[in-house]
């Protein structure tokens, strides 16, 4: 009876549900069982709808209730018994509630034992009565436990009703914001950028920098209301420090003039940053309409730097341009180009200037952009015939409406005509010139190609500008080996990997060698003698010499310890020669010839590196001491490992560890390069590929290269050939022929057969792969070591094909009336498997060597995000997985439905192309039975036939998968170029060799035996 009030608790609901705020509420949540404990708890013998309903009936059952008080009391419960005591004096009042004093129990504890039987009054009745009472028992606690459950769900969904309410709230606050934020912009837009086109000409000059100076400054309008106010001193308020390279001015109006001979330096990443141009002189660059000076370049489409040619790569990409004054051009669109054209063509091709903020401050800006662009579209020309279109390409007449328009704003027709834009291809390339210019700031350059067919436009940067790009994307960078990894590049065992110095000193069962030892202390002395820069620069080098120098009374313990070996350092016994040789063989080389021939080219390469110091190149001491003892037989552990060269880390470019107080730019590897300057050299950590990647980078950002060229706007980007080809850009050698000059280049003013023999020589060295990475990219190197994996594979078969030939030329056989010798068949079997098994293990060892270049250069981990081509059309929707807007998808159904109808129509050709091989059989039959004329031709004939219709289906079959892979509209580049290979491929495998299927199977069955 100790636990039977546990049934008894019934938990009072007003005081749980009652609302109350989101903190007390969590308070509650944390001390839900502190708070059941505390709960008052309601004793009665039955719940309300259990009770007695009559007198008579109360009365049979207070006998009952004062035995079962009597038993609680002598069971030590006596607020229970006092509960049951009164509810025997009065039924009709209700159930007595009272906090009792005594230890509570937990209402979620388990069942308790069953009661103690008491004989007090008829045993019986006081059977039924505990009976009742447990099963109403374990009902309340089944009940109770429910309860609570769905309090603790009802309470965790108001506070999280509470939570999305007060983020709407906020939400709600911050939309306010932003509205009132962007009307206020607008009215202050509207009062500050007057139309060029409805100023006077002599206003309009003055505007577009006429004046000596070429500034007239503009103060900003005044902020509408104190909202604006505080916007515009945060905005001050977070301008960068002066030490960062980038013009900022004051915070009013520049002309064009005065941005291009004030733009030094790159457009760092900044949190905010002022507009390169107003929007005045925007229109003027978009316009063409730029003063005629020398310092501007603008007719030359090239902005001047501060830093100079001296300070400036070599040109390192152009754009090809169509040329809109070429007939050609003109006669592609001559109807013209509408309004709603050129506004598509300049949201998909162009991006807002990055002038910091979030998203939406670029939306905003980028409308306000195409404003202007547009702005500049309407003052084109009008097409020929149609008043309502713009001049698309060609030339405006001297005697247009244009022109007088452009006198009466003080224009000179002779002097601006080569600059000012009269057509759309003249607007778009001076956008695009202006896009790269002043918000790219890049230095460009414009020229003409010798068939005056398309404009080049030359684009480069400054190392700072490519710095920081690195720096913006992570982009991976090549590290100096030597710098942070010197270990990886001294000699080490061949097997083990332990560095030669560490086992002839101590690991080795005769160590410490006495040559290895001598010419060990040589070399720490020359190292004493080190500059102490080179020394803090080359601080993990010295460390790994620095840690093998062993103490003399370490030595005489090891030799003292040592019972395997003599005084001497020499084995004794025939037992110790054969430990020693087993040992060996384990770490250096199996052959004894071969580990004498490594401890004599070791202790060489330590004589050299004594002799030239710290600066001395491992590599190149490496290869001396191997030519030494006449075999390679020192290695490093790149080559230890198998891979073909020095394996360079790559690290995420970080500029704070290239320049500044604490850098260490000598960690990265370097490359040395001519300026625009050739006189000029510049050291960068980039190669010639990587500084393409970066530049293009840094457009990407302004222009969809992409985009203009699939809309013909731009007929091809490419970057250009450098120095880099010829020259050497290791550090020292710049000026030296590089090694594709040497490999690969041709030599000058030589005859024919110096040349022939130069071109032979060339065949058997090996393709040098590193350069063409560093200056071709690593696709195209990949390609050539695939090409020349290939040729000396191809060596194998060859070979054994010509064995083979000559075979069945000196053994030949007619297959009609005799077999064919044993020894043939053999090597026709042999010819058979040997080209299965070559063309698996060349698979597997190009496999092999494709890792092993791609981790020497990095590409290892390396996933490419692609991007959806510039056909790829679609509905915009949201992405589920960033959830921004714009996503262009395209549902799998309507794809699904084109790839089967691609399915159909090229296994309709494929039947065609059958048809027509069985028609051409039976053809080949009537003609040689019914004799008809050249019977004796009838095969060639119609192999001739046959041959026809395989090339014209050739080129159907592609034609029609060119066609059905576009309309497929596949997302990426990849997912097209596999469409279309599979598509071709198939139709190729069936029509070139569906006739071979015939002729072994249904030739016979159709045609009989036609010779």
């Known amino acids: 009876m100790a636990s039977m009030d546990a049934w008894l608790v019934q938990c009072e609901p007003n005081k749980y549900c009652e609302p109350q705020s989101r903190d007390k509420s969590r308070e509650r949540k944390k001390s839900k069982r502190a708070t059941l404990q505390s709960a008052p708890r309601t004793v009665n013998a039955f719940p309300d709808e259990e009770r007695p309903k009559g007198a008579f009936e109360a009365a049979a059952m207070a006998p009952t209730l004062a035995a079962a008080a009597a038993a609680a009391a002598a069971d030590g419960l006596g607020h229970v018994a006092e509960s ?21 129990p937990d209402p979620l504890a388990p069942p308790p034992p069953a009661p103690v039987e008491v004989d007090v009054g008829s045993n019986k009745e006081v059977e039924r009565l505990t009976a009742l009472l447990e099963e109403q028992r374990l009902k ?84 509408a209301d104190k909202w604006s106010r505080e916007l515009q001193e945060e905005e001050e308020a977070v301008q960068p420090e002066e030490e960062v390279i980038i013009y900022r001015g ?18 760092y990443p900044t949190e905010n940053k002022t507009h390169a141009l107003n929007d005045q002189d925007l229109i003027s660059c978009f316009r063409g309409i730029v003063p005629p000076t020398e310092d501007s370049g603008i007719s030359r489409g090239s902005a001047p730097r501060g830093e100079g040619h001296e300070d400036q790569y070599s040109w390192i990409l152009a754009l ?87 006198e009466e704003m003080g224009m000179s027709k002779d002097t601006d005509q080569e600059q000012i834009a009269h057509s759309f291809l003249e607007l778009l390339r001076n956008t695009i010139v202006t896009k790269i210019t002043m918000h790219c700031q890049l230095p460009v350059r414009t020229c003409a190609t010798e068939d005056a067919r398309s404009v080049l436009v030359l684009v480069t940067a400054t190392p700072k500008d490519l710095l920081w790009e690195a720096d913006r994307q992570g982009f991976p960078t090549e590290l100096d080996v030597r710098m942070v990894d010197p270990a990886s590049l001294e000699p080490c065992c061949p097997k083990s990997f332990y560095p030669l110095l560490d ?179 510049i050291s960068t950590p980039f190669n010639g590929n990587e500084r393409a990647k970066l530049l293009e980078s840094i457009i990407l950002r302004q222009l969809d290269l992409a985009q203009l060229t699939n809309l013909g706007l731009i007929n091809s980007v ?198 027509g091989t069985i028609y051409t059989g039976k053809l080949r039959g009537a003609w040689i039975e019914n004799d008809w004329p050249f019977h004796e031709r009838a095969q060639q004939g119609t192999a001739l036939l046959e041959d026809l219709q395989m090339t014209v289906c050739s080129k159907l079959g592609y034609f029609l998968a060119w066609k059905l892979n576009e309309r497929e509209n596949l997302r990426t580049g990849t997912e097209y170029i596999n469409g279309l290979i599979a598509k071709v491929v198939a139709h190729e495998l069936w029509n070139r060799f569906h006739l071979y299927f015939y002729v072994a199977f249904l030739k016979a069955n159709r045609e009989g035996c036609v010779i």
């Not at 004051?250 to 004030?262: C, H, K, M, Q, V």
């Open 503 to 681: 086992w002839y000193l101590r690991k080795a069962p005769y160590a410490p060698v006495q040559e290895v030892a001598d010419a060990y202390a040589k070399v720490i002395l020359s190292l004493m003698d080190a500059d102490e820069e080179d020394l803090s620069r080359r601080s993990l080098e010295v460390a790994f010499w620095a840690k093998h120098e062993a103490k003399p009374e370490e030595v005489v313990l090891k030799e003292s310890a040592s019972g395997d070996v003599g005084k001497d350092g020499q084995p004794q016994t025939v037992e110790q020669v054969m430990k020693l040789a087993m040992h060996e063989k384990d770490h250096l080389y199996h052959s004894a010839r071969k580990r004498a021939a490594l401890q004599r080219a070791f202790v060489k390469y330590l004589e050299l590196k004594a002799e030239r110091g710290l600066n001395a190149d491992p590599l190149e001491l490496q290869d001396e001491a191997n030519k030494f003892v006449g075999s390679k037989v020192l290695v490093n552990w790149h080559n230890a490992i198998g891979l073909e060269g020095v394996a360079y880390p790559y690290k995420a470019f970080r500029v704070e560890q290239y320049s500044g107080k604490q850098a260490r730019p000598w960690e990265w590897k370097a490359y040395q390069c001519r300026a625009r300057r050739a006189d000029v050299v």
């Open 250 to 267: 004051d915070r009013r109006s520049r002309t064009l003039r005065s941005s291009l001979e004030n733009v030094t330096g790159v457009a």
């Open 718 to 915: 490419f970057p250009l050939d450098g120095r880099d080809k010829i020259e050497s850009t290791i550090p020292g050698h710049l000026g030296e022929p590089s090694l594709l000059h040497e490999r690969w280049g041709m030599i000058d003013g030589s005859n024919i057969i110096r040349k022939v023999m130069h071109f032979i020589q060339g065949i058997f060295h090996p393709v040098p792969l590193e350069e063409a990475k560093d200056y071709y990219g690593e696709r195209i190197a990949f390609y050539f070591a695939l090409v020349e994996l290939i040729c000396w594979w191809l060596i194998i078969p060859g070979l054994t094909g010509i064995a083979v030939m000559t075979a069945h030329k000196l053994m030949p056989y007619d297959p009609r009336v005799e077999k064919a010798p044993r020894l043939r068949v053999g090597l026709d079997l042999m010819y058979a498997t040997l080209i299965a098994v070559w063309s698996t293990v060349l698979q597997e060892r190009w496999k092999r060597r494709q890792i092993g270049l791609a981790l020497l250069w990095g590409q290892r981990g390396i996933n490419k995000v692609e991007e959806p081509r510039p056909r790829f059309f679609g509905i915009q929707r949201r992405s589920p997985v960033t959830y921004e807007d714009g996503e262009l998808h395209y549902p799998t159904r309507e794809r699904l439905k084109s790839q089967i109808l691609s399915l159909c129509v090229l296994c309709g050709l494929a039947g065609l192309e059958y048809q």
């Open 84 to 104: 049951l005591g009164a509810q025997a004096e009065d039924w009709g009042a209700p159930s007595p509630r009272f906090t009792s004093k005594a230890p509570r």
């Open 320 to 406: 090809s341009l169509p040329n809109p004054r070429d007939p050609v051009n003109q006669a592609l669109r001559s109807h013209g180009i509408s309004h709603h054209e050129a506004a598509s063509i300049f949201d998909r091709c162009f991006k807002a200037e990055e002038v910091g903020g979030d998203k939406d401050v670029q939306k905003e800006r980028h409308l306000q952009e195409k404003e202007l662009f547009m702005n500049a579209f309407n003052h084109l020309p009008s097409a020929e015939g149609n008043p309502k279109l713009k001049r698309f390409a060609g030339i405006e007449p001297a005697a247009s409406v244009f022109w007088m328009q452009l």
């Open 140 to 223: 309340n606690y089944d009940q109770t436990r429910r309860v609570m459950e769905l309090l603790e769900q009802l309470r965790d969904e108001q506070e999280r009703a509470d939570d999305f309410r007060s983020q709407l709230e906020m939400r709600d606050v911050d939309v306010i914001r932003l509205e009132r934020r962007i009307e206020e912009r607008q009215q202050v837009r509207k009062q500050s950028r007057p139309d060029i086109a409805e100023l006077e000409p002599s206003l309009g000059r003055k505007i577009l920098g006429m004046r000596e100076d070429g500034c007239i400054p503009t103060p900003p309008p005044e902020p």
